[in-house]
């Protein structure tokens, strides 16, 4: 069974850092790009981060280019989400997600909660 636990939110003041995890089973993960996304209160889901399969390569919302840095380790089955200098506006739930081949559906994580307040 495909499962995405997420885990690292908290509650921080502006300015500082957090690292978010997300531990993946049921699919051969090394074969896979994963992404995280967030939704805030009354907004839609926004896509943050997706980084290749071998980890080569990146891609970031605007919003959080140069403050937020995807990466993953194959050999745990995990993928990370580092952000740095966070702002109230940072303030949502984050999941994390992954789309497998034709037929076999996409996977999102139960989400963990990020509080960015002073």
């Known amino acids: 069974q495909v499962q995405l636990v997420e885990s690292g939110g908290g509650l921080v003041q502006p300015g500082e850092s957090l690292r978010l995890s997300c531990a993946a089973s049921g699919f051969t993960f090394r074969t896979y790009a994963m992404s995280w996304y967030r939704q805030a209160p009354g907004k839609e889901r926004e896509f943050l981060a997706r980084?290749?399969?071998?980890?080569?390569?990146?891609d970031y919302t605007e919003s959080v280019k140069g403050r937020f840095t995807i990466s993953r380790d194959n050999a745990k089955n995990t993928v990370y989400l580092q952000m740095n200098n966070l702002k109230p506006e940072d303030t949502a739930v984050y999941y994390c997600?992954?789309?497998?081949?034709?037929?076999?559906?996409?996977?999102w994580g139960q989400g963990t909660q990020v509080t960015v307040s002073t």
């Open positions: 997600y992954v789309r497998l081949r034709l037929g076999r559906g996409d996977y």
């Open positions: 980084i290749t399969a071998t980890g080569g390569s990146s």
